[in-house]
């Protein structure tokens, strides 16, 4: 069975930094492009971050460049988000999502069930 | 950046009736669109790719339609479990990808 599950979410302060990790399982995970993807309470989604199945290229939402940074280790099977200066309005649900080809630039076809991240002081 | 627009937001439904919702492009997306279903609580998950393509396991009764600007997804016979949220999302010319607002299913 194909899973992702994410993790590292947490309450830090403004100006903060968090490492997000998203572990997969049941699928080869270097072939595939992954995403994240965030939710704002009781808001709708919105696309941060994606990267190619090699890790060669990366993709980010003008919101979060040069702040976020999308990585993936192909030995371990997992994903990052290193989100630095977070901001009040980072406040989310982060999904990790998978694509369906190698490279990126297509749908999301699973979904993590999201890691919650709150930034406040 | 390509803005999705969805609609309605809120639509009210019997069960067993026909839903259509639609999601407009700014510009044209060609077939490069997918619909998700989101339930509270829950993780979003893929319906509809490629605008009339159904995911894999996503019953018959979910159909999209639509190229360039215009798309509508369709639910034949509402079932309770189809009450939800659902997002339109464009794959066309990106970075970045974007979602529509959703729109939010309820029960009549």
């Known amino acids: 069975e194909v899973q992702l599950v994410e993790s590292g979410g947490g309450l830090v302060h403004p100006g903060g930094s968090l490492r997000l990790s998203c572990a997969a399982s049941g699928f080869t995970f270097s072939g595939y492009a992954m995403n994240w993807v965030r939710q704002a309470p009781g808001k709708g989604l919105e696309w941060d971050s994606g990267?190619?199945?090699?890790?060669?290229?990366?993709y980010y939402a003008d919101s979060v460049k040069g702040r976020f940074t999308i990585s993936r280790d192909n030995a371990k099977n997992t994903l990052y988000l290193q989100m630095n200066s977070l901001r009040a309005e980072d406040t989310a649900v982060y999904y990790c999502a998978k694509g369906p080809i190698w490279s990126a630039g297509k749908y999301m076809d699973v979904w993590g069930k999201g890691t919650t991240v709150i930034v406040s002081s | 950046e390509i803005v999705m627009t969805q609609s309605p937001a809120t639509l009210s439904v019997s069960p067993g009736e026909r839903a259509t919702l639609s999601c407009r492009a700014s510009q044209s997306v060609s077939s490069n669109l997918a619909w998700y279903q989101q339930k509270p609580g829950q993780a979003p998950r893929l319906l509809i790719y490629?605008?009339?393509t159904r995911a894999t396991g996503i019953p018959a009764r979910f159909s999209g339609s639509g190229s360039g600007t215009e798309f509508t997804l369709t639910i034949s016979s509402l079932q309770s479990e189809d009450f939800a949220v659902y997002y339109c999302q464009h794959y066309n010319n990106w970075p970045p990808y974007t979602f529509g607002q959703g729109t939010k299913l309820e029960i009549k």
């Open positions: 490629d605008a009339s």
């Open positions: 990267i190619s199945g090699s890790g060669g290229s990366t």
